[in-house]
């Protein structure tokens, strides 16, 4: 009674199962028929206009047509229909004549034979087709198939053909600046040099084109290259690095079902280099070969088989090896895998060697070796058949002159016996004066690198020293710079006589040849701009007997008149520097002198090649009789002086003139050196020029002093530029309250 109910219920779920069933198959069913009958209209309509082109002789059309109808039957995965319609196509298309046409169908057809694994005929068409796209100057399709070339020959495993196509691919991105396929180019010339186990090659070209990958976020193909270089890495021998890029391709490729399998098959291979005993990465291996089955990963299954034989071979688990070496063999064959064929037939040779089956093993070597001259000596074909015919013309004239050939046979002999000794004799001479230039030569070397280490210690020995001593020099600079800046201070300040000034003060070494002096007596101020002969440390120096014979004329000597102050200090100079026959001293300074009287702003001033500017609103009465420049309703004048300086030629009876003049509220005096106006720069390299200078002091006196100087001092930065600055700067300007 059990038995029965259990029957019941059993009837009544599958009942109700074939319920909620046939609804859903009716509807698959009719979409297939659906579908179905739309691609039966599409060949219909095709046909008809095949069938129209040709009653109107139409051979464009009906090429069109014959083409429309393969890439359909391509689509629908007729391989071989597609095969013959388009070569109806290409047989239309010779007709017609036309470049353009005649390449549309050579790629139809390679992609018709790819689509059938049939890569060597696809290739044949993918030549074609590529040297038609040059002909045509159509570089994007062009790329189209040199990059197909590349993949195919490098799928097969013909890697010469793929690196010949590679360089030609290369340049025409290059030149396009396609950097996208170029990365691709790039992997795939890794790959192939990889092939021919020129590592190092491939190295550089797998490296290039990550970096490049990187650059454009391609994570897919950036990946792709990560898993070649990883499988390169442990070619090399390097399983650490090798497994620290596999890890890097699989977070790229996670989302790549297709590629986690061979991710799966070569962290197999990276634990089998590891320890060839790995029972885990055999079990690896054979589970990922069963799962690239049922995947339809055939180069992948092809590759994972052939890396479990290996392993088995290192094993020596010889049963074993040739089972999988063999199931990857009829793989390879099968797909048409020259490259895995290959492996396995030299895997195989090498088993059943080591096994002794020495017949077995010297097919598969003859297969595998005719294999590798297929793949990498394409032109040694041509060769070989060409040395076949003189080889066969030769038996003959041999049989024709075969009686002589036996009476001259012991000269023969005699002759080559006699050339072996001569050969023999002059290889050992040419080693003997090699192995004798080898040692001249070593001991020359060994001679020259003692003499080189000597020169490059004395070198040494003479850079320490003159970095001692340059670092001397500089100690005592800084010191120097030291002092000069304290004698500088030691004087009273213009800044405070006069509230509203400033100085521009800008030495071009360390030390400066310019210098600037002021002094207060009573109700006058005197205050002084110089510049002495050169500038660094010999201007310095001058600088101090300057400062020091200007605090004596004034303190000492009680002079508050400036042409008598300069007098004086000529006369000092005179006397400081005692002139002999050959060891004259022709150095002195250019100095302006000013006595400015508080109470009642009359200004005197004396100078020594060193003028003194005052400028003022135009409406008012002249300061000077020399007007330099009127600009904006302001003039600048220049106070005359003596065009002879200190010292130079020790003239004991040179005098100076003294200036005087009203100053009124609201003047600007300007008192400077020549380095100002000397400066190089501009676009021309040029001097700043008195001119510009006078033009900025009128652009820059309606502002407050501080102002005014950073106007200054950023048009001269500006006009220096890069130039070097060629003298020292001093520039005294002073607002009258």
Known sequence: MLNVNMHKCLVQWTMALLMVLLPVASLTCAAAQASATEVEQAFEAINQRIDKARQRGDAVALTEGQMDKARLQLDRSMFDEAIITANLALLSAKDVKSEKLMERVYRLLSECYMGKHLFFESLDFLYLGCDLAAVLRDTSTMAWYLLSISQNEEYIGRSSNAIAVNIRAIDLFQRTGDRHLLALIYRGQGVAHAELANYSVAVDYISKAIDMLDDLDDSVNLGIAKFNYAELNLLMGDAVRAQHLLDNARQLLKEQSWYGLRAQSLQASIMLYRQPHSEEGISLLQRTAEQQGQAGDVSGQAATLCALGEAYMTQRNMTLAIQNLTRCLRLAHREN?????????????????????????????????????????????????????????????????QQRQLIEANNALIRQERMKHIFFYVVILLMLGFVGYVVYAYRRQVRQTKELNRASAEIESQNVLLAQQNRDIKDSQNYAKRIQQAMLRSSAQVTDFFSDTFLMFRPRELVSGDFYWSKRVDNLLLFAVADCTGHGTPGAFMSIIGTMGLNQVVTEFNERRPAEILTRLNDMFCHAFEQRAGAEILDGMDIGICCYNVDTRELKFAGANIGLYVLRDASLPPATSMLAMQKNGRALYQTRFDRHSIGYNFDQSKSYSTHAMQLLPGDCLYLLSDGFSDQFGGPKGKKFGQNAMRNLFCDVSHLPMKEQQQRIEQAIDVWKGGYMQVDDITVLGIRVQ
């Open 337 to 401: 895998l020259v490259k895995f064929v290959r492996k396995a037939q030299r895997g195989l040779a090498w088993v059943y060697g080591v096994g002794n089956r020495y017949d077995v093993a010297y097919g598969y070597l003859n297969r595998y070796v005719a294999i590798t001259d297929s793949l990498f000596n394409l032109q040694s074909i041509g060769e070989v058949n060409r040395l076949e015919n003189q080889a066969a013309i030769r038996d003959k004239e041999n049989q024709i002159a």
